[in-house]
């Protein structure tokens, strides 16, 4: 996984889910890396982590909420990797982390093919595209308005991934950029 993102990954970096830092090692180092989970004990992991390691941080942030993120900092890349299918507020996430990226940053986010939360967002000028199995959405990505909606029926006979619509597996997204 660590080879398929790297390429995508700048100089300033929050990791949201670190765990025990498997993916925070292999990333590393960058200018600047917070890696961040909620779970205490992999906090505590990380911080041993950060005993060898001057650019790293270490933090409890929970992607739901915007409170507990780094205050006063913007990053040019999040990675989000398997957290956002487990928040009750996905969408907020997903406008936390576009919030807190920098003028042309990137959020490299990671969703399993799962029931409850199959998409692959897209943020372009602003507006975040969340596909589907046969629909997609616009929202305005600061409020999480709904813009408008797209769906149709499933297509029949299609079987594997095209009969459940999946787009991708790994989507480097959320570029942002203003005008």
């Known amino acids: 996984m660590a080879d398929s993102i790297h390429p995508y990954i700048g100089s300033k970096v929050l990791e949201l889910g670190a765990g025990i830092g498997n993916m925070t090692l292999n990333l590393a180092p960058r200018q600047v890396y917070w890696a961040s989970d909620v779970n205490p004990l992999y906090l505590d992991h ?10 790293l941080q ?3 942030t929970d992607a739901s909420s915007v409170a507990s993120y780094p205050q006063d900092l913007q990053f040019d890349t999040v990675i989000c990797l398997n957290v956002v299918e487990h928040l009750e507020d996905d969408l907020g996430a997903l406008r936390n982390i576009y919030d807190t990226l920098q003028v ?14 199959e998409v692959t967002p897209v943020v372009v000028d602003g507006i975040m595209y969340i596909t589907g199995p046969n629909q997609v959405s616009a929202l305005d990505a600061r409020s999480g308005r709904e813009i408008w909606r797209f769906s149709r029926a499933r297509t029949l006979g299609q079987r594997g991934d ?17 005008s």
């Open 58 to 60: 270490v933090c409890r």
């Open 104 to 117: 042309n940053g990137r959020g490299i986010i990671l969703v399993p093919n799962a029931p409850r939360l």
């Open 46 to 55: 990380l911080e041993k982590l950060r005993e060898t390691r001057p650019y």
């Open 162 to 178: 095209a009969a459940r619509g999946s787009i991708a597996r790994l989507a480097p997204c959320c570029s942002r950029s203003r």
